[in-house]
Antibody
Framework: EVHLVESGGGLVQSGGSLRLSCAAS????????MNWVRQAPGKGLEWVSG????????YYADSVKGRFTISRANSRNMLYLQMNSLRAEDSARYYC????????????WGQGTLVAVSS | DIVMTQSPDSLAVSLGERATISCESS????????????LAWYQQKPGQPPKLLIY???TRESGVPDRFSGSGSGTDFTLTISSLQAEDVAVYYC?????????FGPGTKVDIK
């Protein structure tokens, strides 16, 4: 069974940094593209960033480009999101999601980790 | 960016009746190379992460009840719940994966009448 467990969220001041982690299990991690999708409280879904299975290719939403960095450690089945220069509008629950075939729809979601940025 | 819109914002349907949700993309999401529409549907229940229901506009994810179906092509898509059950109360989102950034619709809330 696929398990995705996020961690690293918390309260941070505007301009600060956080590093989110996602521990994956139940599948061959290196064979799958992975993504981060966020959801502000009471709001809809926003795709944030994606990374290929090898880690060679990364993609970002314009709203986070230049501030966030996605990476992965396939030997440890881990996905990361380094978030710098955080803004109030980055406050959201961040979900780690699996892309089953590299097409960028998402078949498995973690429970998410909550990020709150205070201004 | 491709903008996704959904209608209605919310709907209430009697148990056992049909629920229909529409999703429109600002440009076509049809891949001519494989003749498939890059459109997915998700269900999100309160306090839970989203769950994939449908991909390629009409392919049901494994384990999803067959009362859920997707249709449409190009820019206009529909999610149909043929016979609404109590456990279907949720917010439903469409998502295009034709081009980055991969965008979601604003969601449609489905309740029991």
């Amino acid at each position: 069974e696929v398990h995705l467990v996020e961690s690293g969220g918390g309260l941070v001041q505007s301009g600060g940094s956080l590093r989110l982690s996602c521990a994956a299990s139940g599948f061959t991690f290196s064979g799958y593209a992975m993504n981060w999708v966020r959801q502000a409280p009471g709001k809809g879904l926003e795709w944030v960033s994606g990374i290929s299975g090898s880690g060679d290719n990364t993609y970002y939403a314009d709203s986070v480009k230049g501030r966030f960095t996605i990476s992965r450690a396939n030997s440890r089945n881990m996905l990361y999101l380094q978030m710098n220069s955080l803004r109030a509008e980055d406050s959201a629950r961040y979900y780690c999601v699996r892309d089953p075939f590299g097409d960028y729809y998402f078949d498995n979601w973690g429970q998410g980790t909550l990020v709150a940025v205070s201004s | 960016d491709i903008v996704m819109t959904q209608s209605p914002d919310s709907l209430a349907v009697s148990l056992g009746e049909r629920a229909t949700i529409s999703c429109e993309s600002s440009q076509s999401v049809l891949y001519y190379s494989n003749n498939k529409n890059s459109l997915a549907w998700y269900q999100q229940k309160p306090g839970q992460p989203p769950k994939l229901l449908i991909y390629w506009a009409s392919t049901r994810e494994s384990g999803v009840p067959d009362r859920f179906s997707g249709s449409g092509s190009g820019t206009d898509f529909t999610l149909t719940i043929s016979s609404l059950q109590a456990e279907d109360v949720a917010v439903y989102y469409c998502q295009q994966y034709y081009s980055t950034p991969f965008t979601f619709g604003p969601g449609t809330k489905v309740d029991i009448k």
